[in-house]
Every structure is written in structure tokens, then in C-alpha cells.
């Protein structure tokens, strides 16, 4: 199995028997990353949509919770939503006012 980036995910809790190699910048030379990498993001966005419907007012579908200009004054006018990390930096600064 080949991952992207620098290191190999722990899987030892889930019992699966291979060998993983890290590949730096594989979705851009290794074709089955670069596939996993369009799958995701395919399902990512699919996803940003729903939750752009059920969340309105934060642009989702747009930017995708990337931290843009639109969705930090979306996050400053509306507050975090209950599927905004806690963890992201946007929320918390917000939260440390």
C-alpha cells in the first residue's frame, strides 16, 4: 500500500496485514493516489453541499471550510456551527474573545 505524504498511518488496532510505503507528493506521481485524491475530493464537495443546505449562510459549498475571507466573516456574523471544528483556527479565535 502507498500513502501520501512523508509517513505511514498506524493501523496496527485494525489488523491489516501490509507493508505501507510513504510517498512524498504521491497524488501527483503515483496514479492510485492521484485517484484516491479525486475521490475524495469529489466526496468532500458532495458532502460541503449537503451541509450548505442544512448550514445556510456560511458558503460551504463555496469554499469548502477552507478558511477564505467569506467564511471567517460568515463565521464572525453566524458564530461556529455545530459541524465547525472546534479545532479550526477561525473558530478558535472566536472563541477566545
Known amino acids: 500500500?502507498?500513502?501520501?505524504?512523508?509517513?505511514?498511518?498506524?493501523?496496527?488496532?485494525?489488523?491489516i496485514a501490509c507493508t505501507i510505503e510513504p510517498v512524498v507528493g504521491g497524488d501527483a506521481t503515483v496514479p492510485s493516489i492521484s485517484a484516491?485524491?479525486?475521490?475524495?475530493?469529489?466526496?468532500?464537495d458532495e458532502f460541503m453541499q449537503e451541509?450548505?443546505?442544512?448550514?445556510?449562510?456560511?458558503?460551504?459549498?463555496?469554499?469548502?471550510?477552507?478558511p477564505t475571507e467569506a467564511h471567517v466573516a460568515a463565521l464572525r456574523?453566524?458564530?461556529?456551527s455545530a459541524v465547525h471544528r472546534r479545532s479550526f483556527g477561525p473558530v478558535q479565535l472566536l472563541?477566545?474573545?
Not at 500500500?1 to 489488523?15: A, I, W
Not at 451541509?51 to 477552507?66: C, F, I, T, V
Not at 456574523?77 to 461556529?80: F, V
Request: charged letters at 30%; proline letters at 4%.
Open 1 to 15: 500500500m502507498v500513502v501520501d505524504g512523508d509517513r505511514c498511518p498506524d493501523l496496527r488496532g485494525l489488523r
Open 36 to 44: 484516491a485524491s479525486i475521490l475524495a475530493k469529489c466526496a468532500r
Open 51 to 66: 451541509l450548505d443546505a442544512r448550514y445556510p449562510g456560511y458558503g460551504l459549498a463555496g469554499h469548502k471550510g477552507y
Open 77 to 80: 456574523r453566524l458564530g461556529a
Open 95 to 97: 472563541r477566545s474573545r
